[in-house]
């Protein structure tokens, strides 16, 4: 055996050669016998310049002039290098580090070294050779894990919800400071069950994660906190597996709801006291107190709806207004209770002689006003003479004093009088009466009995001085009523926020993109007023859906659904009884119609949709899009948004409209 080589066959030295890592061989002597071509590259030493070396000159170009150990170990297998390298592993006749040497490139690099000792055929040790791997973009991804893994475990150590882990066993093995906070230090290696107060254990709701049919489920439970007080948690958990996939424990997350449970309920119950309060208001805003009857303000809500249904379904609608002639006289006569009392009986038998159907409506002091939907003209007038009839015959009164009654009655009816709004009816019919009145009373006038040349040559009247003061009088009675009912409306309203945080938000945004569509359209000031007013009160009827629909993070049943399509009839319902906002009605009601008619609640369909709920309905839409939502986990863009609605164009929405809209849009915000 020479002095720079051990004598091994050829093709080992070949192997050595081509081998893709950094190899180098040394002999007993401690020269270097063997130095390949990756290694040569990797220290820029050629291999003729480094064969024969020894004295550890092999190892200047990895450590300068420290001392090598990792070859003495492969030859003499008894030195102690624990804690001199980043990683140490012996092997038998093997050992393994990790060293960081910052001589063989900018910065350093990270090694990864493996020394073995080379036999003889006799298994004598004649050498030893290392192997070396460039381990720096391993190191740095560590260390980028180390990091990552810290800035996790800050995280969930800083929020306030509750974060826990438990292990297979239902056993827990970590909490984070809130959750500490909570349970105390103790609650580690206890059983998340001896926290639990309830009909059944932690253990048991949770089963399905720890038998592998539920992924994430949510339950509430109630807890004891360290200082033995009960408090309810929602938790959100979600199964931990192992690499080979199989079920490890569990990792949860709570938060304290007692707090929002007890409000909740409050809530709950102030719904509750709103809605009887709201049901006295409708009855109060909407009967006669006097006689129980229907008022005026019913009758300005209602003829225009019943118009609308006969119009839609072609059927006839006939109006019969009446009104007690010389009245004033009983009254001066008997005085008003007698009079009173008069009114009473009256409005009795008028339901008596009418269909179930028929509505009587009180509209002022000695003037009814009966809604006949399904009849025509000459059966209402018909109606109208058997009515007469009968009030004429019936003695009204008490034992001491009894009166009869004469009665003025005028007959409007659609389609015969050509009218386009409900209030028409209602402008003829006085002009009819007046005519009754001019000619003595006691009689049933048609708008054809009216002199020719005036409403009779048109069929749309003329206001006269009657009808204006009583328009007048009307205005003054109803104005400082629907103004506090105004302003209860949308106090109303406001308490929507503490059912649905959200929309509170979202009716702002609402009323700003439709005001400035309704303005880019060049509508009228009080046109825009309307819609402004609308898009302020479109989810009004949302308070009377529960919560449990309204915050369901998963997607609604058919049935829950049904009751969210009830949230524009509930919010007509409420502001039915005010005057001042029956314009804006229509806008609510149908603000989820859709251009195809596929909406509801009534499947209107293009113009038949008024235009105030079809800008409402994009801008609704656009801000439901942009907002984080239970049903949702992220919101969209702004720019996603807009291409979503102009999709829609012509299917759900106006595409006049969303034209608009798409231009207004990119100004705002």
């Known amino acids: 055996m020479d002095d720079h080589k051990i004598r091994f066959d050829q093709y080992l030295v070949d192997i050595i050669e081509h081998l893709p890592d950094p190899t180098f061989v040394i002999n007993l002597e401690g ?130 919800n509750i974060i826990a882990e438990v292990d297979k066993n239902k056993v827990y093995v970590w909490l984070n400071n809130a959750g500490l906070e909570f349970f105390g230090k103790d609650v580690i290696g206890k059983e998340a069950n001896y926290y639990f107060e309830g009909e059944q254990p932690t253990y048991n709701i949770v089963k399905p994660i720890f038998d592998g049919s539920e992924d994430i489920i949510y339950l509430e439970s109630w807890q004891r906190r360290k200082d033995g007080e009960k408090r309810l948690l929602a938790w959100w958990c979600r199964a931990l597996k192992d690499k080979d996939g199989f079920i490890s424990g569990a990792l949860s997350s709570a938060l304290d709801i007692t707090d929002y449970k007890k409000a909740q309920e409050q809530n709950e119950q102030l719904n509750k006291d709103l809605v009887k309060s709201n ?17 005026y303000h019913y009758l300005q809500e209602i003829i225009e709806a019943e118009l ?53 409506i009180r509209s002022g002091g000695e003037e009814f006003v009966i809604l006949s939907p399904g009849i025509d003209r000459a059966t209402s007038l018909m109606l109208a003479n058997r009515l007469l009839s009968a009030i004429n015959l019936y003695n009204f009164g008490d034992k001491k004093q009894i009166v009869k009654l004469k009665l003025s009655m005028a007959v409007v009816s659609f389609p015969e009088d050509k009218i386009s709004e409900g209030k028409d009816l209602i402008i003829i019919a006085d002009q009819v009466l007046n005519k009754v009145k001019e000619s003595g009373g006691n009689s049933v006038f048609t708008s054809l009995d009216i002199v020719k040349g005036k409403a009779a040559d048109t069929g ?12 007048e009088r ?17 106090a109303f309203a406001k308490t929507i926020e503490l059912k649905d945080h959200y929309t509170g938000e979202h009716v702002e945004k609402t009323v700003h993109y439709a005001v400035e569509v309704a303005r880019a359209m060049g509508l009228s000031r009080e046109e825009i007023e309307r819609i402004h007013q609308a898009a302020m009160l479109h989810d009004l009827g949302k308070i009377g859906i529960s919560e449990s629909i309204l915050l369901k993070p998963a ?104 034209k608009v809209f798409s231009r207004v849009i990119r100004n705002i915000d």
Not at 558 to 574: G, L
Not at 641 to 656: K, L, Y
């Open 31 to 160: 020269k270097v016998i063997a130095w390949n071509k990756a290694i040569a590259e990797i220290t820029q030493v050629k291999a003729e310049d480094m064969l024969g070396k020894g004295n550890y000159e092999y190892a200047i170009p990895f450590y300068g002039e420290t001392r090598p150990i990792l070859i003495d170990f492969a030859i003499r297998k008894d030195l102690n290098i624990e804690g001199k390298y980043d990683f140490v592993k012996r092997e038998n006749d093997t050992l393994i580090i990790e060293v960081y040497i910052n001589r063989l490139k900018p910065g350093g690099i990270y090694l990864w070294s493996k020394a073995s000792p080379l036999y003889d055929s006799n298994h004598n040790i004649v050498g030893s050779i290392e192997i070396f791997r460039d381990i720096t973009e391993r190191k740095k991804a560590e260390e980028e894990l180390r990091n990552l893994t810290c800035r996790q475990q800050a995280l969930l150590s800083a929020t306030p």
């Open 279 to 295: 049901k006295k208001l409708k009855k109060l805003a909407l009967c006669d107190p006097q006689t129980g009857l229907f008022n």
């Open 308 to 360: 609308f249904r006969a119009k839609r379904y072609s059927h006839p609608l006939s109006v019969i207004i009446m009104d007690i002639d010389y009245f004033k006289s009983i009254n001066d006569v008997y005085g008003h209770q007698f009079g009173d009392q008069v009114l009473k009986q009256l409005a009795q038998l008028l339901k008596s002689l009418l269909r179930k159907y028929d509505i009587v």
């Open 460 to 471: 749309m009247p003329k206001k006269t001085v009657n009808v204006e003061v009583l328009e």
């Open 474 to 490: 009307i205005e003054k009675l109803t104005r400082s009523s629907n103004q506090s009912l105004i302003e209860a409306v949308f």
């Open 555 to 658: 997607k609604l049943t058919k049935k829950e659904f049904a009751e969210i399509k009830k949230h524009p009839q509930i919010a007509v319902d409420i502001i039915r009884p005010i005057q001042f906002l029956h314009s804006i009605i229509p806008f609510i009601l149908y603000h989820h119609e859709r251009w195809d008619g596929k909406g509801y609640p009534n499947g209107l369909k293009a113009d038949e949709i008024p235009l105030g709920a079809r800008i409402i309905a994009i801008a609704d839409v656009f801000q439901a899009l942009i907002s984080h939502r239970p049903y949702r986990k992220d919101a969209f863009s702004k720019k996603e948004a807009v291409e979503i609605i102009e999709s829609a164009a012509g299917t759900q929405f106006d595409p006049n409209i969303v």
